[in-house]
């Protein structure tokens, strides 16, 4: 967390196919105008679980090419190395700015958890646009802080971008 006097936050929220670069640029832009806590709040899209616990569910190895089923396991193992690749370019990114955000992780589902974090209406969210699209807006728009919408093409591949 930042050590500042400030009494509002800039929350970044960065999903499994978003580049983190524009996003972090906007929060960059917010934060010159008045310091505040950062937060990057990696939030974990419900529909990848769900598709891990479909029936008949598969994924082709990019070794071999065999199809293997895709198990709420795999979902589980490739959720927390898209997290690991997300704070890794947060840590890289804040290093560069001489910063020290805080990184949560919540489910979309959580959305107790994200309301905490994105707080009051003093509070800037710092989001792709896509998230519009995402059953969790309708809650967020309902928070009186300030939503900032960047647009961010998603990557064809569940990785962050740079």
């Not at 997300?86 to 890289?92: A, D, F, S």
């Not at 209406?121 to 519009?132: G, Y």
């Amino acid at each position: 967390m930042m050590a500042t006097d400030s009494k509002f936050r800039v929350v970044i929220a960065v999903t499994e196919t978003t580049p983190v670069s524009p996003l972090w640029h906007a929060a960059m832009q917010v934060l010159e105008e008045s310091p505040a806590e950062l937060v990057a709040l990696f939030v974990e899209d419900d529909r990848w679980r769900l598709a891990a616990s479909l029936p008949f569910t598969r994924e082709f190895s990019r070794i071999g090419g065999t199809e293997v089923d895709f198990t709420r396991q795999r979902a589980e193992q490739i959720s927390r190395e898209v997290v690991a690749r997300v704070h890794q370019v947060i840590r890289r990114l804040a290093a560069d700015a001489e910063l020290t955000p805080n990184f949560e992780v919540s489910r979309e589902s959580d959305r107790v958890r994200i309301k905490e974090i994105v707080g009051s209406s003093q509070n800037v969210l710092v989001a792709p646009s896509c998230i519009s699209n995402w059953p969790i807006y309708a809650m967020l728009s309902k928070l009186e802080c300030r939503i900032l919408l960047v647009e961010a093409c998603e990557e064809s591949e569940r990785s962050p971008g740079y």
